[in-house]
Nanobody, 121 residues
Framework: VQLQASGGGRVQAGGSLRLSCAAS????????MGWFRQAPGNEREFVAA????????YYADSVKGRFTISRDNAENTVYLQMNSLKPEDTAVYCC???????????????WGQGTLVTVSS
């Protein structure tokens, strides 16, 4: 599986961005999809996950109520709608796939190239 994230950019605090992650292959719907982020000097952290059908989602407390994860299995794409952005959301965001639903990075494989989100105050 190859993953390519896009949609990052620079935005002012309070603004919105929508990230996309396109996956190669014909087995996209078999995978749980997750978004993770890594800020400068920090370790990579979990942001959100979505089940194979899209019927179940889970968010990190830091983004709950502001971010929404969704997926389009026909387009092999997972999205992350980010609203009310804060400077502390600044990070490289990437997506990954898993066979089991969860937040632990150990569940995820095939890390794609990320996209940089910069939120200015």
């Amino acid at each position: 599986v190859q993953l390519q994230a896009s949609g990052g950019g620079r935005v002012q605090a309070g603004g919105s961005l929508r990230l996309s992650c396109a996956a190669s292959g014909r087995t996209f719907s078999r995978y749980v999809m997750g978004w993770f982020r890594q800020a400068p000097g920090n370790e990579r952290e979990f942001v959100a996950a979505i089940s194979r059908s899209g019927g179940r989602t889970y968010y990190a407390d830091s983004v709950k109520g502001r971010f929404t994860i969704s997926r389009d299995n026909a387009e092999n794409t997972v999205y992350l709608q980010m609203n009310s952005l804060k400077p502390e959301d600044t990070a490289v965001y990437c997506c990954s796939v898993a066979l089991s639903f969860g937040t632990s990075q150990s569940l995820y494989d095939y890390w794609g190239q990320g996209t940089l989100v910069t939120v200015s105050s």
